[in-house]
């Protein structure tokens, strides 16, 4: 069957298999291997994308589900500055070791921050919970998160005989 979906704003058609999973088209097909693979069962979040701006363990989504769709993997996010922000404070903060969870946490923290400016800590926590980190410990990239989070708030601006 054939799929025509955006993936990364390049718009094309694609032939796959009815019950090829995404994350299989994604790596295979389009040769975009920072979606990793880690557990098959939608448990670790390696494998995760963001379709039409969600986060998605794309283990667990069947390529023919994304026909229409606009899909993002860390690949496609190198121009986007929430993406960079939030790269700068996971690097400066020790938020990634090994760095096989990393392209789906960052997808993960860039969903919540499109969403909410100012999260909280709970909030960066429930919105990275199903992406699982060996290295880590989490307190590092909840706190890189965070530094993003205040980092891309807009500047105060002056009031009237301010300088």
Do not use: W
Not at 21 to 26: F, K, Q, R, W
Not at 151 to 160: G, K
């Amino acid at each position: 069957m054939k799929i025509e979906n955006t993936i990364n704003g390049v718009s094309g058609t694609t032939e796959i298999e009815p019950r090829r999973l995404l994350v299989h088209l994604l790596r295979d097909q389009k040769r975009l291997t920072g979606v990793h693979i880690g557990c098959d069962t939608s448990q670790c979040g390696a494998c995760t994308v963001l379709i039409d701006g969600t986060t998605v363990k794309s283990c667990t989504v069947l390529a023919a589900q994304t026909d229409g769709c606009e899909l993002h993997t860390i690949e496609g996010m190198d121009n986007d500055h929430t993406t960079t922000v939030l790269k700068e404070a996971f690097n400066e903060l020790h938020g990634l070791q090994c760095g096989f969870c990393t392209p789906g946490m960052l997808l993960a923290a860039r969903a919540l921050l499109a969403h909410r400016a100012a999260p909280s800590e709970y909030e960066v926590r429930e919105a990275l919970h199903g992406n699982l980190c060996r290295c880590t410990g989490y307190q590092n990239v909840v706190d890189a998160v965070l530094l993003a989070a205040t980092r891309l708030q807009p500047a105060p601006s002056a009031t009237c005989g301010e300088s």
